[in-house]
């Protein structure tokens, strides 16, 4: 396990493995670095994986300062792990919050991003959606400060768009508990608040998604409602853009089928870096 010490001086824990192209994991809001320890243990064979921990997530620093969480953070934080790791050019995948920053990513540094891999995205994106997504965020901010990590752990992880990885895979819906519990109360908080309540409406962005070509992969499941329509908006404003459309899967695509999420993104990334006229 590494450390890169970000442009305003947070310590973000990093881990790598394997060799080849580099893939950049940025996980979601209820997890970590470890929450992609499926993928990394796939596709290290033929791949460099890096995974880092969000500020806020240890044994990343948790910064107590709301002014030191934002989305443009987010982002530059994975630069910063780029640049640490001497890394000019990388595929990306990210899972909700952690597509959202995907896309930052590749809209505000398109020359960094050779593959965007976008899944469960569009969470209280929708202009109708905005205001009380907002407040949702701050009422779950304010039960994390008050209640603690694993009683706000117990109640976050039977949300519909979860029960299908507690259904599929039990085992694994009590490590994504145990993960989320484990994590700083502090940190998600001020997440919440600094990252998710205050980012924009990708329907906002839809003027600079179409200038967007870097090829993209869409993943959702069609028991996931919050991200379905937010998905199939990209779909159809991203230039590059493909959508698959997952069966009796929901939010944590990577945990509840991760044959099947590993097997999508190898195919997809298979064709990207298939060289031209092949």
Not at 156 to 166: C, D, K, Q, T
Not at 205 to 226: I, S
Request: proline share 6%; glycine share 8%; hydrophobic share 40%.
């Amino acid at each position: 396990m590494a450390r890169v010490v970000s442009g305003d001086g947070v310590s973000l824990s990093v881990e790598e493995s394997g060799r080849g192209h580099p893939i950049l994991f940025i996980h979601e809001f209820a997890g970590n670095q470890h929450s992609w320890m499926r993928q990394v243990n796939h596709f290290s064979r033929g791949f460099r994986c890096i995974t880092f921990s969000a500020r806020g997530y240890p044994p990343s620093d948790v910064p107590t300062d709301l002014a030191n969480y934002s989305q443009d953070r987010a982002v530059s934080d994975a630069i910063d792990v780029l640049d640490a790791l001497s890394v000019e050019q990388a595929h990306v995948v990210g899972l909700s919050m952690g597509g959202f920053c995907a896309l930052h990513l590749g809209l505000r540094h398109p020359h960094r991003v050779t593959a965007l891999v976008v899944a469960s995205v569009g969470y209280g994106a929708h202009p109708d959606r905005q205001a009380a997504f907002r407040e949702e965020c701050e009422d779950m901010a304010s039960t994390i400060l008050a209640d603690g990590l694993p009683d706000f752990a117990q109640q976050y992880a039977v949300g519909p768009a979860r029960i299908p990885l507690r259904i599929k895979n039990p085992l694994g819906w009590a490590e994504f508990v145990s993960v989320l519990a484990g994590n700083s109360g502090v940190g998600m908080a001020m997440t919440m608040r600094g990252v998710q309540k205050a980012r924009p409406s990708l329907y906002d962005l839809t003027a600079e998604l179409r200038h967007l070509t870097v090829p993209t992969l869409l993943l959702v499941g069609n028991q996931d409602p919050e991200s379905i329509e937010p998905s199939a908006m990209l779909q159809q404003t991203l230039p590059s853009a493909t959508l698959s459309l997952l069966p009796a899967a929901g939010h944590t695509l990577n945990l509840e089928d991760p044959d099947v999420f590993n097997a999508l993104v190898e195919e997809f990334l298979t064709v990207v870096e298939r060289p031209a006229g092949s």
